[in-house]
Structures are given as structure tokens and as C-alpha cells.
């Protein structure tokens, strides 16, 4: 599998973009600011449904413009010829439902389009994943499930607006104050309590299939840990989720559904959704510790290339691809060692997308040196966008068109 094209339309910094790409290793390369990271945030967009740099997708769309599009055409998917390919495309709107299509077929909801690309991003932010706060690990948590079930987006967003609706509830008794006569009040609390069962339903599902996914990296993400750091040392995983009943119970509803009624004053005095799979985390340990307090920081960023590994290869061995491996300007936050490590993993890919900042921030042990890379100029590939969208030279071309059929 290896992404053919890439074009975007109003976002972040690129109006418009159309870069052909190859299989093999290609480098992005450029000064900070020209946008050589928006090119390959944009295809993590489309494979996962999110963006490792930020928490929704709203700052994707271009300042101004009311919506963004991406359109990859990606070759060589199973039961796939060489000669054909798959556009996928992703609208983000900065008003309603984001939308998807696949060879330009109807419209569907994004959560339809996610997850068929394989793809798997390393960037710098990766040693968030350890010490950072637990949003960064319920993302990457996200990013394994839309690539390794079917069903995780769908249940994700699911879960995700009844969160929202519930929520929203909730503020509304806290600004009601306790009357008990109020009907609006009352109306409010009928509301709450069938969203909460809802609520109680979705997270359940969600929580057992976060579950599934912590237990097959589990294994993976402790063997290439041993194998990255060596002496011996033990990395582990433990999935920690917010309805810890689920782990505890097989029929656990009817103790969440308590548990809802015991927080009950402290949602309405704050006004949100004290416990559910929002508040989800994924433990990191190293020799039975907490990562996030005891791991150095070379430990730290050994243990997130282990994580994104351990996605990669469960990926891989179960939809039977190889996944498009992208590193975000990984190599001036890394050691010679580190460096060494991920260039090996990223040897055996098909295709890897690298931005850097100068040739120099790439190891040359990267298949065969530097004559094995496609290098991409970034600040030349915008000043031929923007000229090619140029009104002038587009009436330009126009005008050499017409002079071609008519002569």
C-alpha cells in the first residue's frame, strides 16, 4: 500500500497542493513554517480521523475558508491491481458533519472513510505519550483502534456525542438551580437519565473493545521495548478506564448506572461528565514502575517508538499490509542510537514519508544513502501551487489550450 497523490483544498497552509509520491523513501524538505508538515498530517487525517498535533480537527481548515478538503489516491491495496487505485476523500467543515467519499461516489460520514488507509505517524510529540497528560494516550488509543476494528470509529463517535448531549444536560440543571416545581427542570432530569443509559451502553462497548486493542499491543510493545533498550529491561501496558466496573463485571451496567447516581451533585456543581471513556488512560510501565515518573527521557522516547512499533507490526500482521510509516521531523529530537533504531524499522517499509529541515538531519543508513531518496523542495512545491492557481497564469494556460485545439 503507498499513497500515489496528494491533494488539498483550503488547508492549513496550503490553498491548494497536488504532490505526486512513490513508493520507497521520499523526504519533505524545508524551513520551518512552509507546510511540509501539513502535507503529511494531512494523510494521518485521513487514515485515523485525527491529527497528531492537535485535539480536533478545526485548525485544519485554512484560515477564512469555511471548509478543507483531502483526496489521496492510494495504490496497492489488497485484491488491487498495479495499474488502479482508491481516491479517498475527506471534507472537514467548520460547520456540520464532516463528510467522505470514495471514488468520488455519495457522500458518507467520515467515520465511513478512516481506518482503510494503513498508516502509522512518529513525530515529536511522541514523548507526550508517556509523561504527558492521558488525552495524548486516549489518542493514540483512538489512532490503533480506527486501524485495527472496523467498528472503533463508528462506536467512538457514538460515544462521543451522547457525552456531548449529556454534558450539555447537565449545565442546564446546574443553571436551574433546585426547584422543584420548575418543569424545565424536570424535563431535564427525565433527559438525563435516558442519556445516561445510553451513555452507560455505548461506554461499555467502547471500554471492552479499548480493551481488546491494549491486549494485542500488549505483547508486541514489551518484546520490541526488550529489543530497543536491552538489559534486560520490561515494558509493559495496562489499560486504565474510567468504567473500571467493565473490567470487574460481566454484567457491569447496573453498577455504573449507581455509580451515575452517586456523583450525581458533584455533575450538576461542575457541569460535566465526571466519569466514562473520555477520562480513559493507558498505563505505561517500565520494570513494574510508572513510566511517566521514573523513565529518563531517552527511556521515554524508547518507549514511544515501541508504541508506534507495536502498532505497526499488529497492523500489519492482522490486515496483512504494510502500513505507510510517516516521521515528522523525528531526527533532530533523537540520539545516533535512536536514529539508528527507527532508520532500521523504516528500511523494511514501503513506503516512508520524512520531513526534515536540512538534508544533514537525515541519517545516510537510510536504504542505501542518499541517492536512494526522492527529495521534495517544499518551499518550490508552493511557489508552483500558488502559481499554478494563479489567476494570470491560469488564463495563461487557458489561452495556450485554446491556441493547441485550434492550430
Not at 21 to 27: A, F, I, M, S, Y
Not at 303 to 310: D, G, I, R, V
Request: proline fraction near 4%; charged fraction near 25%; aromatic fraction near 4%.
Amino acid at each position: 500500500m503507498h499513497i500515489a497523490r496528494l491533494a488539498l483544498d483550503h488547508y492549513r497552509s496550503w490553498e491548494h497542493c497536488v504532490l505526486d509520491l512513490e513508493p520507497g523513501v521520499t523526504v519533505l524538505l524545508g524551513a520551518n513554517g512552509l507546510g511540509k508538515t501539513n502535507l503529511v498530517e494531512a494523510i494521518e487525517v485521513v487514515a485515523t480521523g485525527a491529527s497528531h498535533r492537535t485535539s480536533t480537527l478545526a485548525p485544519l481548515i485554512a484560515r477564512g475558508a469555511s471548509s478543507a478538503t483531502i483526496r489521496v489516491n492510494v495504490a496497492g491495496e489488497i485484491g488491487q491491481d498495479d495499474a488502479s487505485a482508491t481516491t479517498y476523500e475527506v471534507t472537514l467543515n467548520a460547520r456540520g458533519a464532516n463528510r467522505g467519499r470514495i471514488n468520488g461516489g455519495p457522500s458518507r460520514y467520515m467515520r465511513d472513510i478512516v481506518g482503510r488507509i494503513a498508516c502509522v505517524t512518529f513525530a515529536p510529540e511522541d514523548q507526550r505519550l508517556v509523561a504527558g497528560d492521558p488525552a495524548s494516550r486516549r489518542m493514540l488509543l483512538n489512532q490503533a483502534g480506527v486501524l485495527l476494528a472496523p467498528e472503533y470509529a463508528t462506536l467512538l463517535q457514538e460515544c462521543t456525542h451522547i457525552a456531548k448531549q449529556r454534558s450539555a444536560l447537565l449545565k442546564q440543571l446546574a443553571h436551574s438551580g433546585d426547584v422543584a416545581d420548575d418543569p424545565g427542570r424536570e424535563l431535564s432530569l427525565q433527559g438525563l437519565e435516558i442519556w445516561t443509559g445510553q451513555f452507560i451502553e455505548a461506554g461499555v462497548a467502547l471500554t471492552r473493545l479499548r480493551a481488546a486493542i491494549v491486549e494485542r499491543l500488549r505483547e508486541p510493545f514489551s518484546r520490541i521495548y526488550a529489543d530497543l533498550a536491552g538489559r534486560g529491561e520490561r515494558a509493559e501496558l495496562q489499560y486504565a478506564p474510567s468504567f473500571d466496573e467493565v473490567l470487574l463485571l460481566d454484567a457491569p451496567e447496573a453498577e455504573l448506572s449507581r455509580h451515575f447516581q452517586r456523583l450525581y451533585p458533584g455533575e450538576v456543581a461542575r457541569g460535566q461528565n465526571l466519569i466514562g471513556p473520555q477520562r480513559d488512560d493507558m498505563d505505561v510501565l517500565l520494570n513494574g514502575m510508572p513510566a511517566r515518573e521514573y523513565a529518563s527521557n531517552g527511556e521515554m522516547w524508547t518507549l514511544a517508538l515501541a508504541l508506534k512499533m507495536a502498532i505497526d507490526e499488529t497492523v500489519g500482521e492482522e490486515r496483512g499490509v504494510t502500513p505507510i510509516v510517516i516521521l515528522d521531523d523525528v531526527f533532530a529530537q533523537l540520539d545516533d542510537s535512536r536514529r539508528g533504531q527507527i532508520m532500521e524499522f523504516a528500511r523494511e517499509r514501503g513506503q516512508v514519508l520524512i520531513t526534515a529541515a536540512s538534508v544533514g538531519d537525515i541519517p545516510r543508513t537510510i536504504s542505501g544513502g542518499d541517492d536512494a531518496l526522492r527529495i521534495i523542495d517544499v518551499g518550490r512545491l508552493a511557489e508552483e501551487q500558488a502559481a499554478m492557481h494563479d489567476p494570470a497564469e491560469m488564463a495563461r494556460r487557458f489561452a495556450e489550450q485554446l491556441d493547441t485545439e485550434r492550430s
